[in-house]
């Protein structure tokens, strides 16, 4: 055994050679804790490190290192409090763990302390870390649809106001920021987001809670004189969600009709699956996809509605008919009662297509003027 320097004063001369038993020392306590927690030639288990370091997820991959974690001949254990890691990952040894982190019952966005345990067949280590729920990532979309304006003829001097559903089908709670155009430069700046109780919305910023369903409104000032025409543009977004947009004409002195009692046409599925993101679709060259809306009905009055399409400008060579096979879909709906209808469109990119396309869906009640749209952007991919 390395023998213990003797103490020195303030000022006297250590010699390299009572140095190097210091170091001496510290060597000898080195190897015997290494004996100890199982180093060379022991068999208890030692965590030394976790990386990554700091607060940790449920479902986050780490990495636990350390010593005599027996993976060699099957004997690792990891718990996380008592829930038990089942899956090493590829790279695991017996100096390192690859995991994921299992799902552990009570821990909280803010953070609870857990206990991680690394064991072998006979001795096992310990270290307390903070775990997280799960990050989840935000699924769903944001629609807005056109409800009406008032007045419903808009003359010069008038201040309409426009009138929107908005919904947000999402997994979490979404943040909505909602921008309204208008081509009349003069009234651009003075243009107002109302919520449903006609209160300005601040910063143009609303928060919609999952399956959320709200009316917003956007208010303009007078129409000034010379106007015979207008367009305004409202778009609905969120970061990580694909938003939704109005492009709407308005004609001065035209009635602005639009059927009340269709509350909602909006798109729910695509066939792949995958095509459908948000309002936007994605379509193979050389392919096909479907398209499914939803379209809500309310009032018991009989009416009969056309099932209508357009490409708009300046797309080209787009071809969009009515859904077929498990898609069909009838050219016109009747309607009697409140419910719903799934009218489907088939969308092939023809030859010579266009790299994208803005596409109209439109439900038009017969013998009036009164309709409901919804437009998704195609992309040929």
Do not use: C
Request: no cysteine.
């Amino acid at each position: 055994m390395v023998n213990i320097p003797n103490k020195v004063d303030p000022g006297d001369l250590v010699k390299s050679v009572e140095y190097n038993d210091i170091i001496d020392v510290l060597h000898d306590l080195l190897n015997r804790v290494q004996l100890l927690e199982g180093g060379v030639g022991g068999i208890g288990v030692a965590i030394t490190s976790i990386v990554p370091a700091g607060d940790l997820r449920v479902g986050q991959e780490i990495t636990i290192f350390g010593r005599n974690f027996g993976f060699s001949i099957g004997a690792q254990r990891v718990f996380f409090n008592s829930a038990r890691v089942t899956i090493f990952k590829t790279g695991s040894n017996d100096q390192k763990l690859i995991i994921q982190i299992p799902d552990v019952p009570g821990v909280t966005e803010a953070g609870t302390p857990v206990t991680l345990t690394a064991a072998n067949f006979s001795s096992s280590d310990s270290r307390s870390v903070t775990l997280r729920p799960v990050q989840l990532n935000q699924q769903g979309n944001i629609s807005l649809s056109f409800l009406n304006v008032t007045p419903p003829t808009v003359i010069v001097g008038s201040t309409p106001k426009f009138k929107y559903q908005l919904e947000a089908p999402v997994l979490l709670p979404q943040p909505v920021l909602i921008e309204p155009t208008v081509s009349i430069a003069s009234l651009q700046n003075t243009l107002k987001v109302l919520d449903a109780n006609d209160q300005v919305i601040a910063n143009r910023q609303l928060t919609l809670q999952p399956g959320q369903s709200t009316q917003i409104s956007i208010q303009l000032d007078a129409i000034p004189v010379g106007t015979t025409q207008f367009n305004l543009k409202v778009k609905a977004s969120g970061a990580g969600v694909t938003g939704s947009e109005d492009n709407r004409s308005v004609t001065i002195g035209a009635l602005v009709e639009v059927d009340e009692e269709i509350t909602s046409f909006a798109p729910l599925a695509s066939s792949p699956p995958e095509a459908l993101q948000g309002s936007t679709v994605s379509v193979p060259a050389g392919t096909s996809v479907f398209v499914k809306f939803a379209a809500q009905f309310i009032g018991n009055d009989l009416r009969t509605y056309d099932v209508l399409s357009a490409v708009l400008a300046p797309a080209t060579n787009w071809g969009v008919e009515l859904g077929t096979g498990f898609f069909a879909t009838p050219p016109t709906y009747t309607i009697s009662a409140p419910g719903q209808e799934t009218p489907a469109y088939k969308i092939t990119p023809l030859a010579g297509a266009s790299t994208s396309a803005v596409i109209e869906f439109t439900l038009k009640r017969q013998g009036s003027n009164k309709k409901r749209t919804s437009q998704l952007t195609f992309n040929r991919t």
